[in-house]
């Protein structure tokens, strides 16, 4: 079956660095998807990988291993404001999305 | 302003009852998915349509209807077989010039059935 896995919950300081992990499994593979979701809020497009390495965006960079069916998602310098859910989601041969639960990051100062 | 609309923010009826959720766009996007969304679950797909007057089952289809008679809209009916209507409900729709599928989402309906 189809399958994404990631923490329920992380806490980090504000300023600090906290890194995500996704795990996957999917009936074949077109990349992965980070998008992040504020509380009552729609998610909204953060990355996306398709080959292996690091894509570094600002202060926020997402990482893919396709051999280990493995992504994170890196933020630096952490602020308020991105307390939130973050959402991994595959894309499978069919190109339909598998989501997963979401990991809800809590700031704290 | 180019966007998706989906209205109300906040919708409650009785159960028993039909309900409608509309959604809008002109992104001029063809693909339309409705998602549903519950606590500590990842989005589950209910319906999609990738062109008008077409549209597919997703993985939680029981208990919902749709149409899609114009490019704009994707109207969402939860009907009263569904059993546990309460939650949060997303359209989204994805550009016809996207290589990989990157999915924009409305703000949201948030549904509770009393």
């Known amino acids: 079956g189809q399958n994404i896995d990631q923490p329920t919950e992380m806490t980090a300081t504000e300023g600090a660095i906290v890194q995500i992990n996704c795990t996957y499994q999917?009936?074949?593979?077109?990349?992965l998807f980070w998008y992040q979701q504020h509380a009552g809020e729609a998610p909204t497009f953060l990355s996306y990988?398709?080959l292996d390495g690091l894509e570094e965006k600002g202060r926020f960079s997402s990482f893919l291993s396709r051999s280990k069916g493995y992504s994170y998602l890196l933020l630096k310098e952490l602020q308020m404001k991105d307390s939130a859910s973050y959402l991994c989601?595959?894309?499978?041969?069919?190109?339909?999305?598998?989501w997963g639960a979401g990991t809800k990051l809590i700031i704290k100062p | 302003d180019g966007g998706i609309t989906q209205s109300p923010k906040y919708l409650f009826r009785k159960e028993g009852q039909n309900v409608t959720l509309s959604c809008e766009q002109n992104?001029?996007?063809?693909?339309m998915y409705w998602y549903r969304q519950d606590p500590g679950q990842g989005l589950r797909l209910i319906y999609y349509?990738?062109?008008?007057?077409?549209?597919q089952k997703g993985d939680i289809a029981e208990g919902y209807s749709v149409s899609r008679e114009k490019k704009e809209s994707f109207p969402l009916t939860v009907t009263s077989a569904q059993k546990n209507p309460t939650a949060f409900y997303l359209c989204?729709?994805?550009?016809?010039?996207?290589?990989?599928?990157?999915?924009?989402f409305g703000p949201g309906t948030r549904l509770t059935v009393l």
């Open positions: 989204a729709t994805t550009a016809p010039e996207s290589s990989y599928n990157e999915q924009f």
């Open positions: 992104l001029n996007h063809d693909a």
């Open positions: 349509s990738q062109i008008v007057n077409d549209f």
């Open positions: 999917t009936s074949g593979f077109n990349g």
């Open positions: 990988n398709v």
């Open positions: 989601a595959g894309l499978d041969s069919n190109y339909q999305l598998i």
